[in-house]
Structures are given as structure tokens and as C-alpha cells.
């Protein structure tokens, strides 16, 4: 019962990820979802399906340490600096059209 509570969750939190969101809540996302997959992995263990296993396993080594935009969580200055080189590369294209 439980097990299937934590799927129904995990399925909703997934489902928010896709509205516009703060950052906060997608590294919340992933923190939720490795230990909802290795729980549901345990729980597969104790009933001795190899298949879910493997499956939930995998799915929380990839949800948590998937490719991320920038190396570390907390860094998005890095983010915001390609709206400047935007605004002269349009500058720079009216000069030249008009």
C-alpha cells in the first residue's frame, strides 16, 4: 500500500515539473525521487522482483545524477550573462540593416 502511494506521489511531482517552477523545487524533485526509486527498489527486493529492481535502481541513479545545465546546483550566474551578448548582437544588426 505504501508502495503505491509513494508512485502516486512520485507521479504528481513529476507532473508539476512541468509548469514554470523555481529552481528549488526540481533539486527538491530529484531529492524525492531517489528516495522514493530506492525505496520502491527495497521493497522490490523483499519480494524478490529482480526486474523492478533493477528498474527503480536505475531510475534513481538517473533521476538524481542525470546531466544537469551547470555543474553545481546553486551556480546560475552563468545563467543570465547571454541576455547581454543578445542585446548587442541585435544592436549591432539594426546598425547594420538600418
Not at 500500500?1 to 502516486?8: D, L, P, Q, T
Not at 550566474?77 to 541585435?90: G, I, P, Q, S
Request: glycine share 6%.
Amino acid at each position: 500500500m505504501i508502495s503505491k502511494s509513494i508512485k502516486i506521489a512520485l507521479s504528481i511531482l513529476f507532473f508539476l515539473c512541468l509548469l514554470r517552477m523555481q529552481y528549488g523545487y526540481y533539486e527538491f524533485v530529484r531529492f524525492s525521487a531517489l528516495v522514493g526509486f530506492v525505496f520502491l527498489a527495497y521493497q522490490a527486493n523483499q519480494t524478490g522482483c529482480n526486474k523492478s529492481i533493477f528498474i527503480y535502481g536505475t531510475l534513481a541513479l538517473l533521476v538524481y545524477f542525470g546531466e544537469t545545465d551547470h555543474p553545481i546546483p546553486w551556480q546560475t550566474d552563468h545563467l543570465n550573462c547571454w541576455r547581454k551578448d543578445a542585446a548587442n548582437a541585435v544592436e549591432a544588426f539594426t546598425k547594420i540593416v538600418i
